[in-house]
């Protein structure tokens, strides 16, 4: 019942170094965990059979089954999910119930994460397959407005996806929270033309970083999110708002290379984190330091000034 880690890693990669390192840190906490190295081109049949396309990736296996995934070197999500599995390695079939339940409420909200939302393998910048690729390229063309979700980064939603929406491949389109198909649908709604009046056309990108801007009347662009923050200057702003016991909301820049680099031109601020009242620029890190220090932060954060 024990649950076991799979490091694929390769000795050129300086990333999986850094990793095993964390993993040394993890097998020190959870001396339940079994935790394991393989040189991912030392094992090519066993890379080729768990889709292993880069490092270091790591598999989760419980009772001899895989039950997770995680592609790259994310050391705080790498926690998560042992901290996770390791917590459940004895799940009564009661619990097991609410976790499938848990799971169907999970994907019904991913689902309904964006008007359009594509779930893939790898990211609009980077599939990782020749069909999430025609995919991509399609709706690109289309000038389609979509959010996508790397199914490789989460092995419960990969497999607990095809259940649920009763589609046993990858890529699969959604608009509204309904499945349209994957690619072979997506291409016949293309011949047809239906695929213009389905898909949900992309705005400007200055009028999305405006909607965005003003999602809510505090918004951070940072790297990561309240829950993870992926750099230490957004990790140390996130502590500052959080102190400030004001509600804020937050996007993640690196889930959109558009926007990361969009912003930077439109608010003539070329860093991360970048803080925004009323949708109106406040500033990055330092800024918010200086405000903090100056008593000024909590009149500024309730758009006082």
Same mark, same amino acid.
């Given at each position: 019942r024990s649950l076991v880690v799979v490091h694929f890693w390769a000795p050129w990669a300086?990333? $999986? =170094?850094?990793?095993?390192?964390?993993?040394?840190? %993890? =097998?020190?906490?959870h001396v339940q965990v079994t935790f394991v190295k393989l040189e991912a081109e030392a094992v090519p049949e066993v890379s080729e059979k768990y889709e292993i396309s880069s490092v270091p990736t790591f598999l989760f296996f419980k009772?001899?089954?895989?039950?997770?995934?995680?592609?790259? =070197?994310?050391?705080?999500?790498?926690?998560?999910?042992v901290q996770r599995h390791a917590s459940s390695t004895s799940v009564s079939a009661?619990?097991?119930?609410?976790a499938k339940e848990d799971l169907a409420v999970r994907l019904k909200k991913l689902i309904n994460a964006a008007p359009c939302m594509l779930f893939m393998k790898g990211s609009p910048?980077?599939?990782? $397959?020749?069909?999430?690729?025609?995919?991509?390229?399609? %709706?690109?063309?289309?000038?389609?407005?979509?959010?996508?979700?790397?199914?490789?980064?989460d092995e419960e939603v990969r497999q607990g996806l095809k259940t649920y929406s009763n589609w046993p491949t990858y890529p699969q389109l959604y608009v509204a929270g309904e499945l349209i198909g994957g690619l072979d649908i997506i291409k016949e709604l293309e011949a047809s033309g239906e695929l213009d009046t389905i898909c949900p056309k992309a705005c400007k990108l200055e009028d999305r970083l405006k909607t965005l801007i003003n999602k809510a009347p505090v918004m951070l662009f940072m790297k990561g999110s309240k829950q993870v923050a992926k750099c230490g200057f957004s990790k140390q702003i996130i502590e500052i708002m959080n102190n400030t016991g004001i509600d804020y909301e937050t996007f993640d820049i690196l889930e959109d290379e558009e926007v990361r680099q969009g912003l930077k031109t439109y608010s003539n601020w070329p860093t991360y984190p970048q803080l925004y009242v009323k949708g109106e620029l406040v500033g990055g890190l330092d800024i918010v330091k200086e405000l903090k220090e100056n008593g000024e932060l909590l009149p500024v954060l309730k758009g006082e000034n």
């Amino acid at each position: 019942r024990s649950l076991v880690v799979v490091h694929f890693w390769a000795p050129w990669a300086p990333q $999986c =170094a850094q990793m095993n390192e964390v993993m040394a840190a %993890l =097998a020190k906490e959870h001396v339940q965990v079994t935790f394991v190295k393989l040189e991912a081109e030392a094992v090519p049949e066993v890379s080729e059979k768990y889709e292993i396309s880069s490092v270091p990736t790591f598999l989760f296996f419980k009772n001899s089954q895989k039950v997770d995934r995680l592609d790259g =070197a994310h050391a705080p999500e790498l926690t998560k999910k042992v901290q996770r599995h390791a917590s459940s390695t004895s799940v009564s079939a009661a619990s097991n119930d609410g976790a499938k339940e848990d799971l169907a409420v999970r994907l019904k909200k991913l689902i309904n994460a964006a008007p359009c939302m594509l779930f893939m393998k790898g990211s609009p910048k980077e599939p990782r $397959c020749g069909f999430s690729k025609q995919m991509v390229e399609i %709706l690109n063309k289309h000038g389609i407005s979509f959010s996508s979700f790397d199914i490789f980064s989460d092995e419960e939603v990969r497999q607990g996806l095809k259940t649920y929406s009763n589609w046993p491949t990858y890529p699969q389109l959604y608009v509204a929270g309904e499945l349209i198909g994957g690619l072979d649908i997506i291409k016949e709604l293309e011949a047809s033309g239906e695929l213009d009046t389905i898909c949900p056309k992309a705005c400007k990108l200055e009028d999305r970083l405006k909607t965005l801007i003003n999602k809510a009347p505090v918004m951070l662009f940072m790297k990561g999110s309240k829950q993870v923050a992926k750099c230490g200057f957004s990790k140390q702003i996130i502590e500052i708002m959080n102190n400030t016991g004001i509600d804020y909301e937050t996007f993640d820049i690196l889930e959109d290379e558009e926007v990361r680099q969009g912003l930077k031109t439109y608010s003539n601020w070329p860093t991360y984190p970048q803080l925004y009242v009323k949708g109106e620029l406040v500033g990055g890190l330092d800024i918010v330091k200086e405000l903090k220090e100056n008593g000024e932060l909590l009149p500024v954060l309730k758009g006082e000034n």
